[in-house]
């Protein structure tokens, strides 16, 4: 099973707003990323975590914050977004880091 | 010059024709390669991985790695509509060691006309 799920499917929110986009996964995988996709681009990598830890953070903006509470979660914490933010966020896995990525079916997020 | 090169498309083939997806990547300490298959509106679901030159195959798909000249191919057999996809090509960086970071090229996108 190589299944990585994402909530919420998609998400409108204003740009005063505070929300969570969350990912899980149970195959195990010991390192897990957060990805954002702009239409007709590819993915952006935007945080990899490995063993619960921050490893990479791509120079991304703090109203992008990232937790990883157990080997299992991950969520990307959003507050103060712009209409720029909007995009398709992914959420992927890897048993390990540089091991083989599979992905959720994303997070549609559509800033106001 | 980018790190990952595809050519964007569309490549447009009859159904059952041979698909032939290249991309060249600039980074020599690469070590993984990744085909990904994306559906217009979907995330990427993975076609093919290979780590070591000479082809992989899959099914309807093959892999093809040359580390010398820093390029990796996906060839599609019998290609079918359903088969009409962006098709992602994704290098691990070397540079960066064991990082886990994939550098994606631009996407090919793939029309199969029956």
């Known amino acids: 099973d190589t299944e990585v799920t994402q909530t919420p499917k998609h998400l409108v929110m204003g740009m005063t707003n505070k929300k969570s986009l969350k990912c899980e996964q149970h195959?195990?995988?010991?390192?897990m990323y957060w990805y954002k996709q702009k239409a007709k681009k590819p993915p952006e990598l935007m945080f990899v975590?490995?063993?619960?830890?921050?490893?990479i953070n791509e120079s991304v903006p703090s109203r992008f914050s990232p937790e990883c509470p157990n080997s299992s979660l991950l969520n990307l914490h959003l507050h103060a977004l712009q209409p720029e933010d909007s995009a398709l966020y992914l959420c992927?896995?890897?048993?390990?880091?540089?091991?083989?990525?599979?992905f959720g079916p994303g997070t549609r997020l559509t800033v106001l | 010059q980018k790190e990952v090169e595809q050519n964007s498309g569309p490549l447009s083939v009859p159904e059952g024709a041979i698909a032939s997806l290249n991309c060249t990547y600039s980074d020599r300490g690469s070590q993984s390669f990744f085909w990904y298959r994306q559906y217009s509106g979907k995330s990427p679901e993975l076609i093919m991985s290979?780590?070591?030159?000479g082809d992989k195959e899959d099914g309807r798909f093959t892999a093809q790695l040359n580390k010398a000249s820093q390029y990796v191919s996906l060839l599609i057999r019998d290609s079918q509509p359903s088969d009409s996809a962006t098709y992602l090509c994704a290098v691990t960086s070397g540079s960066s060691g064991n990082t886990g970071k994939l550098i994606f090229g631009q996407g090919t996108t793939l029309q199969v006309k029956p």
């Open positions: 195959m195990g995988h010991r390192a």
């Open positions: 975590y490995s063993y619960e830890k921050l490893s």
């Open positions: 992927a896995s890897s048993l390990q880091r540089a091991d083989t990525q599979y």
């Open positions: 290979i780590y070591s030159n």
